[in-house]
Every structure is written in structure tokens, then in C-alpha cells.
């Protein structure tokens, strides 16, 4: 079964180091998006993107935020500076045209900001 | 504001029982729901959706029941399985015209334990 692959599974850093969260969606998918958790929080939308831009965008994802599609089948999320509260699972999704709201999650990258 | 919360954030059931996981919504302009079963470091998992315009939709194993009028979704497991333990959120959407479809809000999550 097609699934969404997300690398690293972890991911440690140092506060104000540039981290890249790596992700390839279904392959027949077209919109992309990411999420994150921070621990005992709710899952939250970041992004959402489509045609090789940003669709739409939460208040979480100001200026330290970028994702880029930099080829055919990997999708990114850039935090330029990153700070101790960006701490937190980040999850890529991925859906197809004809089921826009049915997303498809991959396990995610722990991201932990020292 | 939108929001999306569950009533019961843990439930434990016997293996063989029925589970029935609830959530309150509070934006009734949404007009599409999921419901997701996270295990241990994996993401999300797909299970259900319905749309507003329905009332029930019946999966395997799995039931959702949508009440507009008082704005509570519900997950029904029938015979429940160890393999059925897992964090059960819902989420909703609200379609607000084309760059909205992917921008769903999740509830908090149910842990549902189910003893052998």
C-alpha cells in the first residue's frame, strides 16, 4: 500500500540552526501539507501546498518557515532559526484530486530544538 | 472560533466489547469529518469519513455517527481488538472554498485500551 515517507524519524539541534524536514507524499498525490504536534497537544495545520506554492498557511508558519518541492517527489519543510518551542513531531500528509480532505499522514519526524 | 474536542480523553474496554469514541465540535459551518487512529510513532492513520450531508457511514468494523443538531461525532468499534488500542482523534473541515480542503482541525486525542 502506497504510503508517506518521512526522513529522519528523529531529529536534534541546536536553538538557532536551520533544520530540513524531508518527505516524499503518495506518488500520485498532488497536494501536500504539513502538521505538527507538539507533545500532549493537538495536531496542528502549517501548511498546505499545491501547483509549487502555498496554498494556505496557519499563524504558526511566519517568516522561519519555507517548504519547497524540489523535485518530482520530495517535499520539505525549512525552520531557518529554529527555537526551543518549534520542539515537536512534524508530520507530512499528502491527498489526491478526487479526495481533497482524505489525507494521508506519514509517521512523522521528532524534532527536538536544545 | 472552530475547535474540535473530545469528551473522554481514555477509555478501556475488553477484548470482544463494543467502543464508542466521542467528539464535540463547536464550528457548525464544518462540513467534513475523519476520524484517525494513531499507534505508537507512526502518524495518523486513516479510518472514516463523512460529510455533513450524512447522518451515518458504516466501515469495517467501524460505525460514524454525525449529529448536527448538537454537534457530536461519534466512532463505534465493533468487537474490539487488542490491535485496536491506539490515540483516536477526530478532525474537521470546513470547506471555505479551494486552498481550505487540507486544513483540518484535530481534536485531543482518546486513548482507547483494549485488555485481552
Known amino acids: 500500500e502506497p504510503e508517506v515517507t518521512q526522513t529522519p524519524s528523529h531529529q536534534v539541534t541546536q536553538m538557532g540552526q536551520e533544520v530540513i524536514l524531508r518527505c516524499v507524499p503518495i506518488s500520485n498525490h498532488l497536494y501536500f501539507y504539513w502538521y505538527r504536534q507538539i507533545l500532549g497537544q493537538k495536531v496542528e495545520f502549517l501548511v498546505s501546498?499545491?501547483?509549487?506554492?502555498?496554498?494556505?498557511k496557519s499563524e504558526i508558519f511566519d517568516d522561519q518557515f519555507s517548504v519547497e518541492r524540489p523535485d518530482g517527489s520530495n517535499f520539505t519543510l525549512k525552520i531557518r532559526s529554529t527555537k526551543l518551542e518549534d520542539s515537536a513531531m512534524y508530520f507530512c500528509a499528502s491527498s489526491e484530486a478526487s479526495g481533497l480532505r482524505k489525507l494521508f499522514f506519514g509517521s512523522g519526524t521528532q524534532l527536538s530544538v536544545l | 472560533g472552530e475547535s474540535v474536542g473530545l469528551h473522554l480523553p481514555t477509555l478501556s474496554v475488553q477484548e470482544g466489547d463494543n467502543s464508542i469514541i466521542n467528539c464535540a465540535y463547536s464550528n457548525s459551518a464544518s462540513d467534513y469529518f475523519i476520524w484517525y487512529k494513531q499507534e505508537s510513532g507512526k502518524g495518523p492513520q486513516f479510518i472514516i469519513d463523512i460529510r455533513s450531508n450524512m447522518d451515518k457511514r458504516q466501515g469495517q468494523r467501524v460505525t460514524v455517527l454525525l449529529n448536527k443538531t448538537v454537534k457530536h461525532l461519534s466512532l463505534q468499534i465493533a468487537a474490539t481488538q487488542p490491535g485496536d488500542s491506539a490515540v483516536y482523534f477526530c478532525a474537521e473541515n470546513r470547506n471555505a472554498g479551494g486552498t481550505s480542503y487540507g486544513k483540518l482541525t484535530f481534536g485531543q486525542g482518546t486513548i482507547l485500551t483494549v485488555h485481552p
Open positions: 501546498f499545491y501547483n509549487n506554492e502555498i496554498s494556505e
